[in-house]
Nanobody, 125 residues
Framework: QVQLVESGGGLVQAGGSLRLSCAAS????????MGWFRRAPGKDREFVAA????????YYADSVKGRFIISRDTAKNTVYLQMNSLKPEDTAVYYC??????????????????WGQGTQVTVSS
């Protein structure tokens, strides 16, 4: 079992930045591809970003490309989402997710094994 705990959310003005963290316990994340998702009020959950096991490849939704950066720190067993130039439409609950894989570098998994509880991000205009 992998337990994922997100942190770093909060209230920020448009144009500001936040860094979300996803800390894992139970197992090392070195065997997992990781992703960030979000769910805005009244909307379905959507993909935000993903990073491969090796950290060598990253993927982003078009809506955040060029503004968000996903990264991972194996030593800290943590994945990050640096969010810059935030917009009101980025307001959502952000979730991290983990997918066990033997592949060091592959595209974003279609399904994930573990999910965190989420952290609220609110961007005011």
């Amino acid at each position: 079992q992998v337990q994922l705990v997100e942190s770093g959310g909060g209230l920020v003005q448009a144009g500001g930045s936040l860094r979300l963290s996803c800390a894992a316990s139970g197992r090392t994340l070195s065997s997992y591809a990781m992703g960030w998702f979000r769910r805005a009020p009244g909307k379905d959950r959507e993909f935000v970003a993903a990073i491969t096991r090796s950290g060598g490849n990253t993927y982003y939704a078009d809506s955040v490309k060029g503004r968000f950066i996903i990264s991972r720190d194996t030593a800290k067993n943590t994945v990050y989402l640096q969010m810059n130039s935030l917009k009101p439409e980025d307001t959502a609950v952000y979730y991290c997710a983990a997918k066990w894989t033997i592949l060091r570098d592959s595209g974003p998994p279609p399904l994930y094994d573990y999910w965190g509880q989420g952290t609220q991000v609110t961007v005011s205009s």
